[in-house]
T-cell receptor, first 118, second 112 residues
Framework: GAGVSQSPSNKVTEKGKDVELRCDPI?????LYWYRQSLGQGLEFLIY????????KSGLPSDRFSAERTGGSVSTLTIQRTQQEDSAVYLC????????????????FGPGTRLLVL | QKEVEQNSGPLSVPEGAIASLNCTYS??????FFWYRQYSGKSPELIMS????GDKEDGRFTAQLNKASQYVSLLIRDSQPSDSATYLC????????????FGQGTTLQVKP
C-alpha cells in the first residue's frame, strides 16, 4: 500500500511569510507525528496526534507553530511569520494506534518537506 | 529531561568488518528501543526494534539491550558500503503513547 506522503517536497519562502506543510498518513494509521530535522541534527519532536485525543503539543518551539488534523487523517503543520531558523526538513510519521505497544510505537516516515526561509 | 545519547561519529569501518553503534538513555522507565537508518537526503527507515534485555538478531543486524545499564547497541556484521548512513536510536516510554525520543544519530562509513 501507499506510504506516508508529504507535500510540498521543497518550499522556499521569504522571512515573515506563513507556510503550510501537508502530511497524508498511511491508510488506517490513527497516530501521526511531526518532527523537525535541522542539517546534521537528530529528529526534534514537534507534535503528536493520537486518534480522537487532544494532541501532544509539547514539542512546538513557539506559538508561531500550529498543527491540525482533520477527519483523523490528513494533517497540516502551519508556521506563521517564518524565521530563518525555521529552515529545516519537516518529517511526518504515522503509526497504528493499536492496543499493543508495538503497534503504537512503530513509526513510518514520509519523505519530508525541505523548508528554506530566505 | 529525557535524553538519548549517541556518538555522532563518523564511525569508519572496512568492508566486511563488524560495525558497533551505541546508544544510552536517561529515562529508566523506557521500555522500547528502535534503530532507524537514514541515508543522506532521505527519511529514516526502521531496521530493528527491541523490548527485552539481551540480543535480537535479524539478518546481518543484531540489537543488544541492557536496561540495567540503560544501554542499547546495534551490531552490523559483514558491513557493506551500502550500510553507510546515519543510524538513529529511538526510545519509547511505554506509556499509552507512541511518542519516541530520538538520539542525534551516528554516521557510519564503510570503506571498500
Amino acid at each position: 500500500g501507499a506510504g506516508v506522503s508529504q507535500s510540498p517536497s521543497n518550499k522556499v519562502t521569504e522571512k515573515g511569510k506563513d507556510v503550510e506543510l501537508r502530511c497524508d498518513p498511511i491508510s488506517g494509521h490513527t497516530a501521526l507525528y511531526w518532527y523537525r530535522q535541522s542539517l546534521g541534527q537528530g529528529l526534534e519532536f514537534l507534535i503528536y496526534f493520537q486518534g480522537n485525543s487532544a494532541p501532544d503539543k509539547s514539542g512546538l518551539p513557539s506559538d508561531r507553530f500550529s498543527a491540525e488534523r482533520t477527519g483523523g487523517s490528513v494533517s497540516t503543520l502551519t508556521i506563521q511569520r517564518t524565521q530563518q531558523e525555521d529552515s529545516a526538513v519537516y518529517l511526518c510519521a504515522s503509526s497504528l494506534d493499536g492496543v499493543g505497544r508495538v503497534l503504537k510505537e512503530t513509526q513510518y516516515f514520509g519523505p519530508g518537506t525541505r523548508l528554506l526561509v530566505l | 529531561q529525557k535524553e538519548v545519547e549517541q556518538n555522532s561519529g563518523p564511525l569508519s569501518v572496512p568492508e566486511g568488518a563488524i560495525a558497533s553503534l551505541n546508544c544510552t538513555y536517561s529515562d529508566r522507565g523506557s521500555q522500547s528501543f528502535f534503530w532507524y537508518r537514514q541515508y543522506s537526503g532521505k527519511s529514516p527507515e526502521l531496521i530493528m526494534s527491541i523490548y527485552s534485555n539481551g540480543d535480537k538478531e535479524d539478518g546481518r543486524f543484531t540489537a543488544q539491550l541492557n536496561k540495567a545499564s540503560q544501554y542499547v547497541s546495534l551490531l552490523i556484521r559483514d558491513s557493506q558500503p551500502s550500510d553507510s548512513a546515519t543510524y538513529l536510536c529511538a526510545v519509547g516510554h511505554g506509556s499509552n503513547t507512541g511518542k519516541l525520543i530520538f538520539g542525534q544519530g551516528t554516521t557510519l562509513q564503510v570503506k571498500p
